[in-house]
Every structure is written in structure tokens, then in C-alpha cells.
């Protein structure tokens, strides 16, 4: 191995640990308590070494939704290959994020409510983020209906998770409604 190679090597290492410990002080504690500081602290380098990896905490945030991204595309699509049928595709997708959103909040956050310097639904969004957007529109396009849009459709659905999502966290919805959620989702507005 050149030197060369062994300091990328390096620096991909170093990189994986700044955004690790970032997610694990979010979820731990917030995205509050994520400064660079901090993480310098933590990871047991120095401010400079942090900023020759990242300008600041939102390109540390992207890298977060990023990697979040990748996560929620693998158990979107390992959920929806474990089941038969479309109906149990899509309520099996939707309880998979819905569970996603919950187990990890802080990745929700950075994917979702917070600037991480990403762009979304455009042409020049990161490939992480389409591939989520592709997890969730394999399984709800064959769902969409005569005349419908697949995309559309997909977001409209994925919306719709997204807030049940969010008021869950929230405490604006009563857990034991749940489940009963997710098929009232998957039978009205799926329709399967």
C-alpha cells in the first residue's frame, strides 16, 4: 500500500468516526449538543482536523441524512422482499419507516427537518437520497392506481408517513392507534 493510499485510507477513517460520533451524540443528547467542539473532544482530534473533513456541523448533518438515506433504503427494501402481495408490501414498508423514524431520530432529523446543505427532488440530489426515494416507489408504484402518477403518488403516501412520523415523536397521537394507522394508510389511501 502507498502512502497515499494509506492516508485516504486515513482520512476515510477519520471521517466515518466524526460522523458516528456526531449521530450517537444526537441521538443521545440532541442535535443541540453536536458542536464541533464537542466533537473534536470526542473523537480526540482537533478543531482543524474536524474542519479539514466537514466546514461545520451542516455538512455533518448531510452526512448523517446520507448515511440515514442508505439505512432506510436497505430496510424499506428488505421488509417489502420478506412479504407477498402488494397489501402486505405496502403496509410492511410503512411500518418499517414508521419504525425507522422512531428508532433513530436524530438520522430522521438530519434527513428530514434539518439543513444539511442537500439538495431534494432535484437533479443534482445525491444518489442516497434518490435510492430512499426509489425504496419507497418500488413497492407503493405498483400500488398508485389507473391514471395515477407513480412519483406522485409515492410522495403523496410518503408524506402522509412522514406525518404520522412527526406527531407520533410529538405525543400528538395516541400509541395504541398505531398499528390501526397503518392499515387505515394502507387500505384507504393504497387501496389495496
Known amino acids: 500500500m502507498s502512502v497515499q493510499e494509506r492516508k485516504q485510507r486515513e482520512r476515510a477513517d477519520r471521517e466515518r468516526l466524526i460522523v458516528a460520533t456526531a ?3 444526537a441521538e443521545q443528547q440532541g442535535w443541540d449538543a ?10 480526540e482530534y482537533s478543531q482543524p482536523v474536524l474542519y479539514s473533513h466537514f466546514r461545520g456541523k451542516r455538512e455533518i448533518i448531510g452526512a448523517v441524512a446520507l448515511e440515514g438515506a442508505t439505512e432506510m433504503a436497505a430496510a424499506l427494501r428488505a421488509a417489502t ?9 405496502v403496509a410492511a414498508l410503512a411500518r418499517v419507516y414508521l ?3 422512531a428508532r433513530n431520530p436524530a438520522v430522521y432529523d438530519a434527513l428530514f427537518q434539518l439543513d444539511g446543505g442537500l439538495a431534494y427532488a432535484q437533479e443534482d440530489t445525491p444518489e442516497p437520497l434518490k435510492d430512499a426515494f426509489a425504496a419507497l416507489l418500488e413497492t407503493l408504484g405498483e400500488v398508485a392506481g ?9 410522495e403523496v403516501f410518503w408524506a402522509a408517513l412522514h406525518g404520522l412520523a412527526t406527531l407520533t415523536r410529538a405525543g400528538r397521537l395516541l400509541p395504541e392507534d398505531a398499528e390501526s394507522r397503518v392499515e387505515l394508510l394502507v387500505d384507504r389511501l393504497a387501496m389495496v
Not at 81 to 89: F, H, K, L
Request: aromatic letters at 6%; a positive charge.
Open 23 to 25: 449521530r450517537e451524540l
Open 34 to 43: 453536536v458542536t464541533t467542539r464537542r466533537l473534536a473532544e470526542r473523537i
Open 81 to 89: 422482499s420478506a412479504t407477498n402481495g402488494p397489501r402486505e408490501r
Open 99 to 101: 419504525d425507522f423514524a
Open 146 to 154: 389507473d391514471g395515477v402518477h407513480p412519483g406522485l403518488f409515492t
